[in-house]
């Protein structure tokens, strides 16, 4: 049974840090696609960053050089490392899978079979 949990969001300060953890069950990360997307109150949701089956990364622009996204084969989990945090980066963030082995993923791909249930990152001063 393929299950996703996200864990690791919070409240922090613009300019702040969090790390977002994804532990993957009932596949491996070696052979799928791991993508992080957010939805902000009253906005549509929107595709963060992804990390494919092979290990290459990509990222929104809106993220380039603030995030970065890793993972742990051995513990089978993904990380979202969050720095120089905005309040516009104020959101539920979701990790997903579409169970595709590709070199390469696109951000923007929604076409997700399993989600988890979200983490919320709240950015405030």
């Known amino acids: 049974q393929v299950q996703l949990v996200e864990s690791g969001g919070g409240s922090v300060q613009p300019g702040g840090s969090l790390t977002l953890s994804c532990a993957a069950s009932?596949?491996?990360?070696?052979?799928?696609?791991i993508h992080w997307f957010r939805q902000a109150p009253g906005k549509e949701q929107e595709g963060v960053s992804c990390?494919?089956?092979?290990?290459?990364?990509n990222y929104a622009d809106f993220v380039k050089g603030r995030f970065t996204v890793s993972r742990d084969n051995a513990k089978n989990t993904v990380y979202l490392r969050m720095n120089s945090l905005k309040p516009e980066d104020t959101a539920v963030y979701y990790c997903?899978?579409?169970?595709?082995?590709?070199?390469?993923?696109?951000?923007?791909?929604?076409?997700?079979?399993?989600w988890g249930k979200g983490t919320l990152v709240t950015v405030s001063a």
């Open positions: 990390i494919s089956s092979a290990g290459n990364r």
């Open positions: 997903a899978t579409d169970l595709v082995s590709l070199s390469l993923c696109a951000v923007n791909n929604h076409g997700m079979d399993y």
């Open positions: 009932g596949f491996t990360l070696d052979s799928s696609a």
